[in-house]
């Protein structure tokens, strides 16, 4: 039974990649016509580029599909409303031409031809020997204007190219390229994606890795302050930082204001500019790194005391909070690629994200950046502060040595 | 399901993964346009490339204009519009949907285009090249009127032939970007405006000189370098607030710099300027008499 469910597991997995291969396929977006899709691909795997016959296209229903080839100023627009008319069997095909008529399959017009109103073919050339008195657009065909011949209008072959072979054009010629599918060569594969995704993520941990080392070298003391308040007081801190993320840019707006209403300010508007970006982004970065390093030193301190021996200091506290927070972002990395699953890990390591950086964002401004520690849980209330610890006998320490032993019969 | 059994579904998963799935590979197309000259007169043509390279020069006599792109079809579409009343033209890529983030290397994402544009049909053109690295080239066109809108880019605009017909009026608008115009005189535009936020714009003065010329320059926060060639007159009059002015050679009256002679000099530039926390240069090109 337990196989039984594991197979029927698989099978879905299998089902939502394949999807998604469907999806690389067409090259486009979203999860749209799946059925649809799937029906235009298998012919074209396992019998090639179908030769349709060619057939006049019946006007479909008034409220069918219908295209207006008098304008041709929006090739994209124009490839999707054929492609969306299309149907297969190709036979089932129903459009309304503007002002002109619709054909399946290859179309030629005689050298004593000639068509009045625009001509819109799909899934096959057009051959122009004779004169058409419009715009001409093919959908995956080439146009052809033969010697002698001439078109009065614009021509347009959308996923075909327009070749004047001689003949006369007097309108514009637009060619618009096939979406290209997916070759084993222009596809970029799932390792490939990893490796990329990897060398990114490696390069964003080496880069908070030397700026945290930086940040501990010469600023410790407001680093553990930071990471003190983020364990203190982590719930105000979230807030604070909520708060500080929605006011950022209306106190920016103040501040740039204030500085231009006073006559001496304005000169330090591109000063201010820079300033407050800096002090920012520095919050913010100082702020994650904090977090890191109150999580490595809670990581740290459990494992000391399960019996694991280290140094503790806070390189370490921060390396190890580092490769704690990374942990998301390393499932992104491996399994980012997944259908559906890949999205919910970036967006679950990007929710994660979000919520360090505010938490540690509030932290820095409550401690306005390492230097007040009332939110840190480091200063002693007042009635904490009595003599009685003198009179408390030593446990451990120097004094705790050389403590005289306990007499046996004592 | 065991822990056991999950485990083994997610190694499963993880090796047929790559064989089965692709990654979603860049929707990039090509899209070309170009007409014939019918007999018109004039072509006003407006170009809109958002981002990537482009390239603007002269082209076939016969043909008015002629595009090839390569484009992000997620992101943009391609728009054509030429109007034989009007003989104005609308060509390039129209932004659609959403942009969104891509994390993917640049060199995949470039799109690339290039305009080109009869040289015989007199020629205004306004260039719509936000964030677009472009090269353009226009000597040899028979330019009635020139304006390039730029916004995060880096422009090089060059008139190695002299233009045909006259040129009125030349505007460049540069946001956050860096324009060097470069020879000119061979446009022979009356007048020349480059209006500024916190870009670079350096005009240069080379090439066959056939008129007088007046620049009009605002600048905010950038920079402006005027290359002017030696023996020409030139006269700065500037309103300038926090903005340094380094004009060799000129001798200052008031609010107006002038070379030595301006009155009788046989060919003249005239520049106002108004600047704010901008810095203007002059060079001199040529060698000293």
Redesign the interface.
Known sequence: M?AG??AA??LV??TL??A??L??AT???GWGEPVSRVKNIIPLIFLGSPDVAPQAVPTAEPQGPSVDPA???????LERSLRTALRRPLDATRLTVVGGTARLGAYSVGSAETVHGHVVVLEGDVDVHGHVDGNIVALDGDIIVHPGASVTGDVLAIGGHVREAGGN????????????L?S?A????????IARRAA?FLGVFLTLVTLGFGLVTFGRPNLEIVSDTVMQSFGRSFLVGLLGEVLILPTFGMLIVGLVLTVAGA?LV?FGIVVYALLAIVAILGGVLAVAHAMGETITRRRMAQGFKASPNSYRYLLTGLVALSVAWLAWV??G???VAGGLILSAAAILTWFIGTVGFGAALLSRGGIREHFAGRLIPAEMLTDEYLWATPQFGVPAVKRPPKEPGA | ??LR?AF??VT???F???V??????Q??????????V?GERLLIASLDFGSGRVVIQPGQPGELYRAALRYD??RA??????DPRTNSL?LGLES?GSGGVR?TSRTQLEQTARFEFSPDIPLSLTANLGAADATIDLGGTTLTELTINSGATRSSLAFSRPTRGECRHATFTVGASELDARQLANAGCGVIEVQGGVGRAALGFEGEWRRDVAVVVDMA?GGVTLRVPRGTGLQITAARF?STLDAQGLTRNGNVWSTPGFATAKRKITVELQAS?AGVNVEWLGSKE
């Open positions: 337990r469910k594991a597991a698989l997995v299998v990649i394949s998604g291969r999806e690389a090259g486009r977006g304008h041709l100023n929006q090739p994209a627009a054009i007097s309108g514009s010629v637009q060619s618009l390229e096939a979406v290209p997916p084993t222009a596809a970029i594969s799932i390792p490939t994606v990114g000169l591109p491996v399994f690629w997944v259908p | 399901m065991t059994g083994l579904l499963c998963v993880g047929a993964g790559p089965l799935h692709p990654a979603d590979a929707t990039m197309r090509a899209f070309s346009a170009n007409r014939p019918r079809a997620e579409a391609p728009i054509q519009n030429f609308h659609v994390v926060m926090l926390m």
